[in-house]
């Protein structure tokens, strides 16, 4: 499922992660963590809004630390849809798209629907299914395929995602 209406503004946001500081709201603060989860909070348009926040997460090359993933989960919309974001390097083979696996659903494919000078990304709605599933979870894996087309499995931690998400739905 395509979610570009939804998400411009947010996505811009996460995809460089250029994250000022933004009063988050009621219990939320930027840069909270959940375990392997962080809180990320737009800045709100006009005065008097809440900022909306997200949690995610960047893997990172160990040797480099260069972000070879960056997740994120929110709300999107006024229905306030789970979805998650993803972001990678330029570089990747783009026909291929991404790979969301978590334990216990079947794997979902994820269309890589922009590239910018920071990355491509792809976003995807999460049912309640694929949310219960990350939940339960202890990791993941998003699976792309660099421009030789050779499989790249990156793995995401799950630890702290079910308090990190409550945490953003109760916002």
């Known amino acids: 499922m395509k979610l570009s209406g939804l998400y411009r503004v947010w996505a811009v946001l996460v995809l460089g992660l250029s994250l000022a500081p933004a009063p988050a709201s009621a219990d939320l603060k930027q840069g909270e963590k959940f375990d392997d989860w962080t809180v990320g909070c737009e800045t709100p348009k006009a005065e008097g809004e ?24 929110g709300l999107l919309g006024e229905n306030k849809q789970p979805a998650a974001i993803l ?20 794997p979902v494919r994820i269309a890589i629907e922009t590239c910018l000078p920071k990355g491509c990304r792809g976003a995807v709605a999460l049912n309640d299914e694929l949310l219960e599933a990350l939940r339960k979870g202890d990791k993941a894996q998003v699976t792309l395929m660099d421009a030789r087309r050779r499989q790249i ?19």
């Open 50 to 73: 809440t900022a909306r926040c997200f949690i995610f997460q960047n893997i990172l090359v160990k040797e480099s630390r260069q972000q070879i993933l960056l997740m994120a989960i």
């Open 87 to 106: 972001t990678v390097p330029l570089g990747v083979f783009l026909p291929a798209g991404l790979t969301l696996t978590v334990p216990n659903v079947a």
């Open 153 to 171: 499995n990156l793995p995401v931690s799950l630890k702290g995602f079910t308090k990190g998400f409550a945490a953003v739905k109760a916002q």
